[in-house]
């Protein structure tokens, strides 16, 4: 018999179907909570930024690399107007605890306290436009970091794409804002070294392989114009003995001029009148 004031589908202590039904629920409600913050909130995608493979000659220099153009790397929908997509620049020692609800543009993320009391930057800040999906293999889809030098030194233009403070090395990632909040990351790349400038005094003076052709073809250059040195010279002499000897210097011929006088008209006095 069922007591008074209480249901069928009320809950009778000791029921072991009821607590299992109770703890179903309670299982779900953290899952249910985690795919609704997966849905709406930060997400990392599975893209990793990488140099570009088109630029061999050129992917590094001492200031600068190049990068791969993270197209298709992140979808969002139609209505998501306020998306910028920027590039992370970090020490590697900034990657473990890097905080990505820092604003481009902010002291903590300008170009020009990079590794000057901050360990990363944000720059190259676009719209998805500018990335579009798929890619048309005729654009030009690279992104050359550090080549802008007129405001590497300008803190009015914090996310300033300056040249690189050293030979690193460097990891990037891509990271996009709604407005003022992170909404979706790359992952981080590898490590990416520049090329090291060489100080003058340590370049070597010579190459053995090098300079022992060098000094060769000179060698030879230098006997083929001793022995054409050699033969104008001998040319000269010998055009100036042969002209010596074969030639005399003698007067000229006089000219003489026979002196004929009309004396019909020369000696012929005067007329009178």
Same mark, same amino acid.
């Given at each position: 018999?069922?007591?008074?004031? %209480?249901?069928?589908?009320?809950?009778?202590?000791? +029921?072991?179907?009821? %607590? !299992?039904? #109770?703890?179903?629920?309670?299982?779900?409600?953290? !899952? !249910?909570?985690?795919?609704?913050?997966?849905? #709406? $909130?930060?997400?990392?995608?599975?893209?990793?930024?990488?140099?570009?493979?088109?630029?061999?000659?050129?992917?590094?220099?001492?200031?600068?690399?190049?990068?791969?153009?993270?197209? /298709?790397? &992140?979808?969002?929908?139609?209505?998501?107007?306020? =998306?910028? @997509?920027?590039?992370?620049?970090?020490?590697?020692?900034?990657?473990?605890? *890097?905080?990505?609800?820092?604003?481009?543009?902010?002291?903590?993320?300008? &170009?020009?306290?990079? !590794?000057?009391?901050?360990?990363?930057?944000?720059?190259? $800040?676009?719209?998805?436009?500018?990335?579009? +999906?798929?890619?048309?293999?005729?654009? =030009?889809?690279?992104?050359?970091? $550090?080549?802008?030098?007129? /405001?590497?030194?300008?803190?009015?233009?914090?996310?300033?794409?300056?040249?690189?403070?050293?030979?690193?090395?460097? %990891?990037?990632?891509?990271?996009?804002?709604?407005?003022?909040?992170?909404?979706?990351?790359?992952?981080?790349?590898?490590?990416?070294?520049?090329?090291?400038?060489?100080?003058?005094?340590? @370049?070597?003076?010579?190459?053995?392989?090098?300079?022992?052709?060098? @000094?060769?073809?000179?060698?030879?250059?230098?006997?083929? *114009?001793? @022995?054409?040195?050699?033969?104008?010279?001998?040319?000269? =002499?010998? $055009?100036?003995?042969?002209?010596?000897?074969?030639?005399? &210097?003698?007067?000229?011929?006089?000219?003489?001029?026979?002196?004929?006088?009309? #004396? #019909?008209?020369?000696?012929?006095?005067?007329?009178?009148?």
């Amino acid at each position: 018999m069922v007591a008074a004031g %209480r249901s069928h589908g009320d809950t009778q202590p000791g +029921c072991p179907h009821s %607590r !299992l039904r #109770h703890s179903s629920s309670l299982t779900m409600v953290p !899952l !249910l909570l985690l795919l609704l913050a997966t849905a #709406h $909130g930060f997400q990392t995608v599975s893209y990793t930024p990488e140099l570009a493979k088109k630029f061999l000659e050129g992917q590094t220099t001492t200031t600068t690399f190049v990068l791969e153009q993270p197209r /298709c790397a &992140f979808k969002f929908q139609e209505n998501d107007i306020n =998306i910028r @997509i920027w590039l992370v620049v970090a020490a590697p020692e900034a990657v473990s605890n *890097f905080n990505n609800s820092l604003e481009p543009g902010s002291p903590e993320r300008a &170009f020009q306290n990079f !590794l000057n009391g901050t360990n990363a930057y944000m720059t190259l $800040g676009t719209t998805t436009d500018h990335y579009p +999906c798929p890619k048309n293999p005729q654009d =030009i889809t690279v992104l050359r970091v $550090g080549s802008d030098t007129s /405001c590497a030194h300008d803190k009015d233009v914090p996310t300033c794409n300056g040249p690189l403070p050293g030979p690193g090395p460097y %990891r990037v990632k891509f990271l996009a804002f709604n407005g003022s909040e992170p909404v979706k990351e790359t992952q981080w790349s590898e490590l990416i070294t520049l090329k090291k400038a060489t100080p003058f005094g340590d @370049i070597p003076a010579s190459d053995g392989k090098h300079s022992a052709g060098m @000094i060769a073809l000179t060698t030879i250059l230098s006997i083929l *114009f001793a @022995i054409l040195l050699a033969g104008l010279v001998a040319m000269m =002499i010998s $055009g100036g003995l042969d002209s010596c000897g074969s030639s005399s &210097f003698t007067k000229p011929d006089m000219v003489t001029v026979q002196r004929y006088n009309t #004396h #019909h008209v020369y000696d012929q006095p005067a007329a009178r009148l």
